[in-house]
């Protein structure tokens, strides 16, 4: 085998070139330092230094300064370190998404103004929902029990408790997130405490020669204050599911996981919440309510989990439960009586059939018939824009028919289309004496707890005089003897 024959090496250049130059770095540690500088304050003159001393947007239509308690339960807000998991903002695609019981609205840069909310809090992350809007959704002892526990009213939360705080740091910090809405939180927020009233009103209600509940043939009046946050076509609809073992099965479940806080692992009301909420939750263990209540058809059910009910703990499942799985939970509730939450499975034999009683029907004909339905038009049909998904609110300073209804009843101390003398008073008549008004009885916005007679309420069950009642005192709902689990 023949040798490689050696190819002769090439000069890199010819000899009669230059030395090249030595090499040496083009950036060296001073420019690269001058150039990062250079960047970064560019950019923080971009971004923060510009909007914040030329971008000055006039306040929106929705904004109002913020009180010296709601700036206090801002400070101590940011001291928990509540932005770390609570956003400040609304974007459009949250609206459009429509989670109206979280996202009522889209921010705007004029929401923004003025002392407490500039620099505004917009958060980083939303591991627990956005609170720009969050104002009105709840009354004020749902914060009391949210604030302590989380998981008393929602089982599924990581937000940590706060029981450490003190009366008056809780009473600022509920001020500052029913705050957060601003002019529509607070349309929310007085239309909670209004309906928390009424509610308290409404209990009293008891004629001479009465009972005051559906004894006497016709409902209580607090039964036709619920009836009066529920549309007409739902309050004696039937469920259009079927009773089956699965339908059951699911309904508990979704009640065990979303329920039990409130309304207790045994469906009687008495749930780790129950003790910061008035009123409490509604039982669901008494078989003759669940059979012939005013208020508690298959139909009335559904809509308050679908809506919920203003001035009580009761909140919207409507934006986190399907259709189906609300119509399960409500075949659920009519086995709780007959050991539904303790069987090992719930069986279409624990069904309770809601049948009414016979005066029910008539009274409904005489106060609200279904046809005049569309004579009266819808009741709840100006509500403003933006204000989320609230039952029973409509345009500020129009009349509200529940507020209507129920200072009539408390007023009167009688029930319409029943009491003796009242037999024939319907609807129509209410809304049209309270139309007739000057003043701003029965209207939205406005406080109505000057129109309730004295001896109808005790100003104490009301917030914030009720927090004194509760706040660091022992919670008989979360000892063994509650059974709740």
Known sequence: MSAIPEIPSEPVHPDTWPAHPPKKMLMGPLMVTVGSLLAFFTVVLMVVFLPINTFEPPPSTNWRAMSIEENNGRNIFLENGCIYC???FTRPQ???ASQYYVYARASEPGDYVGEGDSPNLFGTIRTGPDLSQSGGFHPDDWHYAHYFNA???TPFSVMPSFKFLTKDQLLSLVSFTQARGDKLADLRTQHQNNLKALEFASGNVAANGENGDRSDGYPAASAVKNLMLIDRGYWFADNPLPVTAENLLRGRQVFEERCNGCHGSQGNGN?????YLNPTPAAFDVADDQAHGSDTSPGAYYWRILRGVPGT?????GTRLSVDDIWKVVLFLKTIPNGGLTADLPTPD?????EGYPGIFKWAGCFYPEEQQYKIGQLYDNA???IGDVPGIVGDGKVNPVYAVVLWEVNKNARPCGSKGYQQVALQDILADAQKRSDSYARQGEDQISFIPTSMIDLSQMPPQWLEQVWDKPNPYIEPAAGNR
């Open 86 to 88: 609570h956003s400040g």
């Open 94 to 96: 949250d609206v459009l």
């Open 151 to 153: 998981r008393f009213t």
């Open 271 to 275: 749930g780790p919440a129950a003790f």
């Open 313 to 317: 703990g009761m909140e919207n499942f």
């Open 350 to 354: 624990l069904y309770i059939p809601w």
């Open 384 to 386: 403003p824009v933006g």
